[in-house]
């Protein structure tokens, strides 16, 4: 499975290709609406424990930036981001805005890479250009930043007074994170800083006084903290494989490669155990305080396995888009992102669904809502909170510990209230249904045309041509469409009064129950097909009644 290395040679250079973003990144704060790849908080800050279901504390919007992988990093106060060529601190209570780098309206020369690191009194990033460093009670810089022409792609880690990242150009770099100086022997080589190792492919891991990566050549070394050392280094084996970053738990390092995951020894490399998955790993796994791993697959699958390499779940658990980002586990509970907004919590004991959420589109600029809001940068758990960083530039805040008064808001009803149409099929009944609280328990959503009960249509996009009403999370419509073929034993609505019935309840049991009539005249002409969501507007997802508002929930 591995063979052991005592020398690495260095691999071919990774190209990363960024688009410097050349438009300025406004601010848009909206309040009150009901990384470092792990948060952080302050010595001395109060934990609370996160529950479910979630309400939307606050949402903090700038502007559009795809796949952006750079997941907030927390302290007791403040949040922190970047986005795209700009770099923020908002208010982790309110979701205000703290202060921006850069403060006026220019922006960063280069693209934000990889989540910040708070220590201390600085907070730290990697961009395409180098290491930035600033005050994090100011957003003043701490020293001029520590340049590299290649990029840093990887994370930033602390340990003691040093920094330490991987260059794109093959080196392991620590500086002074008081003055951002490059250390000098043993932390540098061949007359230059840092030490040379390979091309990154993974961020890094730190236990102890050691530290974890994985190279280009499929590498996993262990470095020591104290002397700069390489402690061990074995080769992993499967051409081509994609790997995630080794996760530590106890005297285990979790690492995905491909469709395997591996339990390996920290102090020594060596293979513990080994499983097959049904599909390639989506990113690193998470692991519980009790060794339990939980790992998302790229057939939007996500596992539980215990620390001897069993199933826990009698199960899978399963999510209706793809998964970019690493699931993340606290207080037994398992959340999840996906593309298209969606947010997921899991029973860590059992898979199943706790709560879930879609975060819609919104932009500091009304008129460039973006249409698709993916979520690749790992969720955040700080606190009793839960942070997303999703794609249209936002981060959103949610709290389990919040009141969610409000039920879920019918509108765009189709057919409009005591519309006169024609009935023959196709013809389509449909529904805007958002909650912008808690979000739609999807489970107690019920559509009815006059005493008949429509049922719903499975789950998952292999089930988009079957019959029933079905929930589009990116439009926040319920559609129900008659198809001419006979359907429940109706070729369509006979001539005359008609009553449909949508009831449905948020995460936190509140019920709205809407019901409105039109008139069936077979002799009136066939009108074209209306586009969903659109009476009168755009069809623009996220442009209804609040104008692009927070996501309504979805499932």
Partial sequence: MFTFLTRVSQASRLRVGLVTAGVSLSVLTAVGLSGNRAAQAQDGEMETKISAPLVVNWKFST????????????????????????FYAVDK????????????????????????????????????????????ATGKQKWLHFKIDSGVYTNIVAYNDLLLFGGSNGRLYALNAKTGKAQGAPWASKGAAGI?????????????DLLYFITNDQVLHAFSL????????????????????????????????GNRLLNIRRNNGQVRWQINLPGDAAAMPTVDPDGNCYLATSNRNIFAINSQGRGIWRTGAMVDNEILAAPVYSEKLVFVATTLGGVSAFDAATGGLRWNYTIQPTSSNPATIPTINNIAAKPIVANGALYILSDDGAVTAFRGDLP?????????????????????????????????????????LRLKIDDRTIAARPTGRENQFKPGFYYSPENQTVTYTMQTSTEAGQSGLADGHHTATLSVSDWKGNVTIKAWTFYVDDTIPRRAPRPANTPGGTGRPGAGDKGGGNGAGGG
């Fill in 63 to 86: 502007s559009y930036f795809p796949n952006s992988l750079a997941a907030p990093a927390v302290d007791a106060t403040t949040v922190y981001f970047g986005q795209g060529n700009r």
């Fill in 93 to 136: 209570q309110s979701g205000g805005l703290k202060w921006q780098y850069p403060a006026d309206k220019s922006t960063l020369t280069t693209i934000i890479t990889a989540p910040p690191m708070v220590s201390g009194d600085g907070v730290y990033f990697s961009a395409a250009d180098g290491v930035y460093a600033l005050n994090a």
């Fill in 196 to 208: 040379e190792v390979g091309d990154f492919i993974t961020d890094l891991a730190v236990a102890d």
């Fill in 226 to 257: 104290v002397n700069g050392s390489r402690r061990w280094a074995v080769r992993m084996t499967g051409a081509n494989i994609r790997i995630s970053t080794p996760v530590v738990s106890g005297e285990s390092l979790y690492i995905a490669a």
């Fill in 404 to 444: 969610d008064t409000l039920a879920p808001i019918v509108t765009n009803l189709n057919p409009t209230q005591g519309d006169y149409l024609n009935g023959r099929p196709p013809f389509t009944v449909s529904a805007k249904v958002t909650d912008d609280g808690s979000g739609l328990k999807m489970d107690t």
